[in-house]
């Protein structure tokens, strides 16, 4: 992840002619006392059964450990950050940790068991670092934002961007 984050195209590149403008400044002027919040109970539930088939039931229950085991194996000096992880692995450092969480909650074998039946409300059990134990994760806005927007990139998508939240 800290190469990622440290990469070039973890930034904004715009093209010289698009101009920054504020958040809640837009170019065409929005009428916000008729824009209304979608209601999440209306997205139709996920529907999935778990697969039989013996490689994907040894995929969930051993995956974490086959891929650390796979890892460690061709990069000898892997995990050598914070002390934490399922199982007793070290995955590295909490911004490793919560990558590979993300990797593996959405998964496709794991999705459904871990989301239940308020996955249209987001995961409601993501583990904090106060369950785990560990030091929370704080770094400045700026490292922040190349962080997650080299997540979002690791994750497919194009772009990500923040503003402040107001009244």
């Given at each position: 992840?800290?190469?990622?984050i440290s990469?070039e ?12 403008r ?7 002027p ?15 539930p ?7 088939d013996?490689?994907?039931v040894?995929?969930v ?16 000096g892997?995990g ?6 399922a ?11 919560a990558?590979?969480n ?5 998964s ?7 989301a ?8 409601q ?5 106060e ?5 929370k994760?704080?770094?400045t806005?700026?490292?922040?934002i190349?962080?997650l927007r ?11 961007g923040?503003?402040?939240l107001t009244?």
């Amino acid at each position: 992840l800290d190469e990622m984050i440290s990469s070039e195209n973890a930034g904004w590149k715009r093209p010289w002619y698009i101009k920054e403008r504020d958040f809640e400044n837009p170019v065409i002027p929005i009428d916000w006392a008729n824009q209304k919040r979608a209601p999440a109970w209306r997205v139709s539930p996920f529907r999935y059964n778990a697969s039989k088939d013996p490689v994907a039931v040894n995929v969930v229950t051993n995956g974490l450990k086959m891929a650390t085991d796979w890892i460690k194996e061709r990069s000898p000096g892997w995990g050598n950050g914070q002390e934490i992880g399922a199982n007793g692995l070290k995955p590295g450092t909490v911004r490793d940790l919560a990558l590979a969480n993300a990797v593996g909650t959405i998964s496709f074998y794991n999705f459904p068991q871990k989301a239940n039946k308020t996955w249209y409300l987001g995961l409601q059990q993501a583990a904090t670092p106060e369950t785990l134990k560990i030091a929370k994760w704080e770094g400045t806005p700026e490292e922040n934002i190349r962080m997650l927007r080299a997540a979002v990139r690791f994750f497919g998508g194009q772009d990500l961007g923040v503003t402040a939240l107001t009244d």
